[in-house]
T-cell receptor
Framework: SQQGEEDPQALSIQEGENATMNCSYKTSINNLQWYRQNSGRGLVHLIL?????REKHSGRLRVTLDTSKKSSSLLITASRAADTASYFCATDAVTGTYKYIFGTGTRLKVLA | DTEVTQTPKHLVMGMTNKKSLKCEQHMGHRAMYWYKQKAKKPPELMFVYSYEKLSINESVPSRFSPECPNSSLLNLHLHALQPEDSALYLC??????????????FGPGTRLLVL
């Protein structure tokens, strides 16, 4: 089963609007990361948030982490057409063995 | 150099062929990864190399054979693949030992089609 599940699966917004994506996970984690993937390309790391952090910013990105709810959100403000991509959360799992699993992903489309 | 490069970009092979995917990084990273990604799905971890030694094999069929000739290179040898193995194969690297979730740097991928 997936460690990280994201919603919505797909999101379509107008340029200039904000986009929010959510990630839920099942086990305790060391950190959670968000990646972006343009169609058929490699993933690009966006931001890492550690389990003892609650919020992190990077440019137009804001990530929150709620370990009690086992969830994270990624907010992209003032979206641009170039933000059109799939966004994945990725988590490790504190189970004694290495497990690094990507969430199901949110496909974001920003309309110009 | 902050790039991970992968060759070839596209590969079409028959089920009896033997081919190899290549990945290279010059960032001094000591962990390298192979992922498989099907359309509209997240990447699935296949293998992790840490300091040139295979540290994780996620129960991948033996028709996929990884190799790490040195700290900058990672190969994936393919033999007797099935059509369901068609996917985007992504290579990544990270700075540490690959034992905890580290920021990974991805290559652009090789799109593989098995006929």
């Amino acid at each position: 089963s997936q460690q990280g599940e994201e919603d919505p699966q797909a999101l379509s917004i107008q340029e200039g609007e904000n986009a929010t994506m959510n990630c839920s996970y099942k086990t305790s984690i060391n950190n959670l990361q968000w990646y972006r993937q343009n169609s058929g390309r490699g993933l690009v790391h966006l931001i890492l948030i550690r389990s003892n952090e609650r919020e992190k910013h990077s440019g137009r990105l804001r990530v929150t982490l709620d370990t009690s709810k086992k969830s994270s959100s990624l907010l992209i403000t003032a979206s641009r057409a170039a933000d059109t991509a799939s966004y994945f959360c990725a988590t490790d799992a504190v189970t004694g063995t290495y497990k690094y699993i990507f969430g199901t992903g949110t496909r974001l489309k920003v309309l110009a | 150099d902050t790039e991970v490069t992968q060759t070839p970009k596209h590969l079409v092979m028959g089920m009896t062929n033997k081919k190899s995917l290549k990945c290279e990084q010059h960032m001094g990273h000591r962990a390298m990864y192979w992922y498989k990604q099907k359309a509209k799905k997240p990447p699935e971890l296949m293998f992790v190399y840490s300091y040139e030694k295979l540290s994780i094999n996620e129960s991948v069929p033996s028709r996929f054979s990884p190799e790490c000739p040195n700290s900058s290179l990672l190969n994936l040898h393919l033999h007797a693949l099935q059509p369901e193995d068609s996917a985007l194969y992504l290579c990544a690297s990270s700075q540490g030992r690959g034992l905890i979730a580290e920021t990974q740097y991805f290559g652009p991928g090789t799109r593989l089609l098995v006929l």
